[in-house]
């Protein structure tokens, strides 16, 4: 995977940069932290210029942000309460009230969730999808996206520039980063998935009390 990158960005050049972080975003497993330290790595032996190259990840950030933020958009609120008021929901013991309450919390935390996942890897990418289901307005969603990624890309690129040949060894901390937020990311998840069916038997209990 890395070799074809590389290859392709070699090729390429701001276009293979554009194409690459696009495709990162909407398929998370491509590792945009290979494309933007050899990207900026390749500044430094080519004639490509450091803050076209970070024009060129930006925009593909944005490209992939908006597919997947109309993803989430025709899979909307209602088609997921649907699915929820069947099976799926019963195995689950899922109600379209907590939908709602989904809705709601991201209506009012999605623009700074939108901005900060950008430095979270699968988040970074992943995001965008409740931000269409939400039906976050575009305009903010794109304002969020833009300076979100933009910062993430130039501390990339940059850092890409400043050690040159040894882009490989910061690429083994990002890697070790990355480890460290899915496990962090899991275990928070385990923990709110328990903290709501606990809060959900405790209701039902005091609901059975009260008669």
């Known amino acids: 995977m890395q070799e074809f990158i590389l290859t392709i960005m070699e090729q390429f050049g701001y276009i293979g940069v554009f194409l690459l972080i696009a495709i990162e975003n909407i398929f998370p497993p491509i590792p945009s932290e290979v494309i933007l330290l050899f990207g900026g790595f390749m500044t430094t032996y080519t004639k490509l210029n450091i803050v076209i190259m970070i024009i060129a ?4 950030s944005i490209l992939g942000a908006i597919v997947l933020y109309y993803i989430g958009k025709i899979f909307n609120k209602d088609r ?7 099976k799926i929901g019963k195995i689950l013991r899922l109600k379209n009230s907590d939908i709602d309450k989904a809705d709601k919390w991201f209506d009012t935390k ?6 900060f996942c950008r430095f979270i890897p699968i988040v970074r990418s992943l995001i965008s999808i409740p931000a269409g289901m939400s039906e976050m307005p575009m305009g903010k969603f794109l304002v969020y996206t ?12 940059a850092i890409g520039s400043i050690v ?3 882009w490989t060894s910061i690429l083994t901390i990002f890697d070790t980063y990355s480890s460290i937020v899915v496990v962090v990311i899991a275990i928070i998840f385990v923990i709110c998935v ?8 405790n209701n039902k209990k005091k609901g059975s009390n009260k008669k």
Not at 57 to 60: E, F, I, M, R, Y
Not at 80 to 86: A, D, E, M, R, T
Not at 110 to 115: A, E, H, I, Y
């Open 57 to 60: 990840a930006t925009l593909g």
């Open 80 to 86: 997921l309460k649907k699915i929820i008021s069947g």
């Open 110 to 115: 999605g623009n700074k969730t939108v901005f």
């Open 146 to 157: 833009t300076f979100g990624s933009l910062i993430w890309n130039t501390v990339l690129v």
């Open 164 to 166: 040159g040949e040894n």
């Open 194 to 201: 328990y903290l709501f069916y606990r809060n959900r038997l």
